[in-house]
Structures are given as structure tokens and as C-alpha cells.
């Protein structure tokens, strides 16, 4: 029998969010499989998977209790320390094989030697744009807190998880691990379960659709350079963000200096089902990030039948393999390009969706989750 815990980290301050959901969707596969114990070992936690899934199952997969979500610092601080004391009691008391952390940590909670720890790296964002993390601003120091801690947790582990062979790559190069310590197991993806064929409702038609965080290497600015530049786009289409967060005024501010009219480029929000749909119904997702360490939205998009134009950089060409137009996103006028070649051409349209539905089947939280396991194995 194995046994696999994993740790309060991601769940302590992560309401939703791609780490959580592959954590989740990993644990929850796996737990389904023969010959295989397998614990969240939660304790006080603020997480919606979760959440969802402790209410509507009554097996003992998540060890903890939810707890309102804060972003006083001293109150997350004792929360961590609660999670912390209480998870070295209970891996004390219970007997355990594997310990994947759920982020990166230079705390060690394993006592018993014969214990293997793992680690997923996601990405190498912070030592590859380290210009985008102040950290002597934020935490008057000149090195990342981030990837010193990564740095460390990377050290301590056993075996190293990365999400992609472009991150794999990076983390040699980086960080000298010795490739033999590290296993590359890619993403799968649940967004498609959520699919109907409701139309996003108060949205309006053709839209170009955009997903996720807009800051820093994310890459949006010009994005929207790109979009205001072309008349074919900017006459036929609205730009739709989705996100949690609203434009700040800087981003207003650059909205209105690149000419575009007020309601060109709207942001909203929702639940999985909202996003689903509104994959659904765009005429073309868009991905502009500078840098990616595996690029979640690409495998919703190409699996919700979205033609997708995204960035010939880091992982999301070995993502999306031949099923996405590609551009060079330090270029607003190649940006701009990909995107009019998709939308203004319906074999192309027709021909990424295609591609974009036979490239979705090499991804699957099935096969993320027995590839992982077979990690798990090769170490006891």
C-alpha cells in the first residue's frame, strides 16, 4: 500500500488558482486508485475545491476544517503556524510514504528518514524576471524570497516534479539540478465539464477573449497595443478580459490613450461555468505571456473547441503543438498579425479547432495523476 500526504501549503491562501486545482485533481485521481492511500493534509484552510468537494463527499481524502479567507497578515501568519504545529504532530502519528509539498518551503516536516519528499516546480518565473519582483522594495532584500525558498525546497526533495520540458530545462539551467532527479508530468485539465451551450450572458458579440492575471509578464499592455493598432480587430471585435481583479487606473488610462473607446475592452469575472462559456463562444482566445511555465487556459481553450493565438516562447509551444497561430509577443504589430490571420480566415479557424481537439487528448488529469504515481514508486 502507499501512502502520500499532501501539505497544507497552497490551501492555507489560495482561494482558487491553477496550483490548488492540480493539487486537488491530482490528490482526488489518485485516491480513486488501487493500492493507494492518499491524505490532504489541510488543517485550517481557505481553499473552494476543497470546500466543494468536503461537502459533497464523506471520504477522509482532506484532513482540516475551512476557514474564512483573510489578508491581515498577522492573522495568516498564526494560521500558518497552527497548520504547521498540527501537521508535525499528525505526520508523528501516522505512517506515511511520500510527502509532495503543495508549493515550495524550506520548513522540513519529515521526521522518519524513510520518508521521500516531492516537489512540483511550475515555473521559473522569478529568477528568470526577477526585474518584475522588487524585492528589495517589498522585503528589503536584494534576493527573491520566492525563489530562495524554491531554491531550497528543490534541494531538500527527493524527486522533482516540473509541468513541462521547457521548465524542466529552465530549472537545469538555473538552479544545476542533476536532470535524473527531476520527472516531467504534464497538466490535465476539467474546465470542459463545466461546458453548455448557454451563451454568456450581457456579453457582447464577436468578442476576443483574454483569461487571467494582466500584470508584468503576463504581457497585456501589449496585447492591448497590438489590438488597438488594427482596425480589422478593433471594428469587429470587443476584447473580453477574464479575471478576478478590475482594471486598475493605469490600465484605464492606457486604454483611453490608445484611442479605444469606452466599452471596446471589458473585464469581467464568474465561476468555472461563466469561463467555460465564455471560452465557448469567443471568436479566438488569446495568450500573450512573456513566459509560461505550462499555460493551464491553452488546454481549456483548445478542449472548449476556442482557436487559440498565443506566444512562440517557453512552454506554450510544446503545449499547444501545432494547434495555435504563434507570435513573437514582444511584437504588437506580430501580435496583431496572428490574430487577424485567425479570425479573418475560416480555414485557419476551422483547422486550429481541429488540431486543437486532437491535441487536447495527450492531456489528462488520468494520465498526470498515474505518471505522478509512477513517480511515487520509483522511489520507495
Not at 493507494?36 to 485550517?44: G, S, Y
Not at 503556524?81 to 504532530?89: A, G, M, R, T
Not at 516540473?162 to 527531476?182: A, F, Q, R, Y
Not at 488597438?228 to 484605464?252: D, K, T
Request: net charge neutral.
Amino acid at each position: 500500500m502507499l501512502r502520500v500526504v499532501y501539505d497544507h501549503q497552497v490551501f492555507s491562501w489560495q482561494k482558487y488558482g491553477g496550483i490548488s486545482r492540480y493539487i486537488y485533481e491530482l490528490a482526488t485521481q489518485l485516491a480513486q486508485s488501487e493500492n493507494i492511500e492518499v491524505r490532504i493534509l489541510a488543517i485550517a484552510y481557505v481553499n473552494e475545491y476543497l470546500k466543494n468537494y468536503k461537502s459533497n463527499n464523506k471520504s477522509n481524502l482532506i484532513v482540516g476544517f475551512p476557514i474564512p479567507d483573510t489578508r491581515r497578515k498577522k492573522i495568516y501568519e498564526l494560521v500558518e503556524k497552527f497548520n504547521h504545529e498540527l501537521s508535525v504532530i499528525w505526520l508523528k502519528k501516522y505512517p506515511y510514504d511520500i510527502l509532495h509539498k503543495t508549493y515550495y518551503s524550506s520548513e522540513n516536516l519529515v521526521t522518519d528518514p524513510r520518508v521521500k519528499v516531492v516537489v512540483t516546480v511550475h515555473d521559473m518565473i522569478h529568477e528568470k524576471f526577477s526585474q518584475f519582483f522588487n524585492s528589495k522594495k517589498i522585503f528589503n532584500t536584494q534576493e527573491d524570497p520566492t525563489a530562495l525558498v524554491k531554491k531550497e525546497a528543490v534541494q531538500q526533495a527527493d524527486r522533482i516534479i516540473c509541468v513541462s520540458e521547457n521548465t524542466k530545462k529552465d530549472l537545469i539551467e538555473i538552479l544545476n539540478v542533476e536532470p535524473s532527479k527531476i520527472s516531467v508530468v504534464y497538466h490535465g485539465y476539467s474546465l470542459n465539464t463545466y461546458a453548455s451551450d448557454t451563451v454568456a450572458p450581457k456579453i457582447p458579440h464577436p468578442y476576443i477573449l483574454y483569461v487571467g492575471e494582466r500584470g508584468t509578464y503576463k504581457n497585456f499592455k501589449t496585447l492591448l497595443q497590438a489590438y488597438a493598432s488594427s482596425s480589422q480587430l478593433r471594428n469587429n471585435f470587443q476584447l473580453i478580459c477574464f479575471g478576478s481583479r478590475v482594471f486598475s487606473s493605469e490600465e484605464i488610462n492606457n486604454i483611453s490613450e490608445l484611442g479605444l473607446p469606452k466599452g471596446k475592452v471589458i473585464h469581467v469575472s464568474g465561476d468555472d461555468k461563466f469561463l467555460a462559456s465564455l471560452y465557448q463562444n469567443a471568436a479566438l482566445f488569446v495568450y500573450p505571456s512573456l513566459y509560461e511555465g505550462f499555460g493551464m487556459p491553452l488546454l481549456e481553450a483548445m478542449a472548449l473547441k476556442c482557436p487559440v493565438a498565443c506566444s512562440n516562447t517557453s512552454s506554450m509551444p510544446e503545449v499547444v503543438g501545432e494547434a495555435a497561430e504563434l507570435f513573437d509577443p514582444h511584437q504588437p504589430d506580430n501580435i496583431a498579425e496572428a490574430m487577424e490571420k485567425v479570425l479573418f480566415a475560416t480555414e485557419t479557424t476551422e483547422k486550429l479547432i481541429q488540431l486543437g481537439t486532437e491535441r487536447i487528448k495527450l492531456f489528462s488529469w488520468e494520465n498526470c495523476a498515474e505518471q505522478t504515481k509512477q513517480v511515487y514508486l520509483s522511489l520507495l
